[in-house]
Nanobody, 116 residues
Framework: QVQLVESGGGLVQPGGSLRLSCVAS????????MSWYRQYPGKERELVAV????????YYADSVKGRFTISRDNAKNTMYLQMDSLQNADTAVYYC?????????WGQGTQVTVSS
């Protein structure tokens, strides 16, 4: 059974930092690309960042480029999202994602709130 569990969200002031984690189980983690998405209230989820199997290749949405860093530790079955210089517009629920044989799997999400 595939399970993705996010953690690390919370309340932070503008300009602050947070580090999100996603622990995966039930998959061959080191063989799968992984992604972070976020969702604003009433909106569809949007792609934030992608990392390939060994972390050698990454992709970032323009809105987070230069501020967020995606990484992974295959020995710990864990993916991370380091978020720096946070802005009010980064307030959203953040989800961990992977796609296996055409099926998308999601975690439960973690709330990130940027506010003074």
């Amino acid at each position: 059974q595939v399970q993705l569990v996010e953690s690390g969200g919370g309340l932070v002031q503008p300009g602050g930092s947070l580090r999100l984690s996603c622990v995966a189980s039930g998959i061959a983690f080191s063989s799968e690309g992984m992604s972070w998405y976020r969702q604003y209230p009433g909106k569809e989820r949007e792609l934030v960042a992608v990392i390939n199997t060994f972390g050698h290749s990454t992709y970032y949405a323009d809105s987070v480029k230069g501020r967020f860093t995606i990484s992974r530790d295959n020995a710990k079955n864990t993916m991370y999202l380091q978020m720096d210089s946070l802005q009010n517009a980064d307030t959203a629920v953040y989800y961990c994602n992977t796609v296996l044989l055409g099926a998308a799997y999601w975690g439960q999400g973690t709330q990130v709130t940027v506010s003074s």
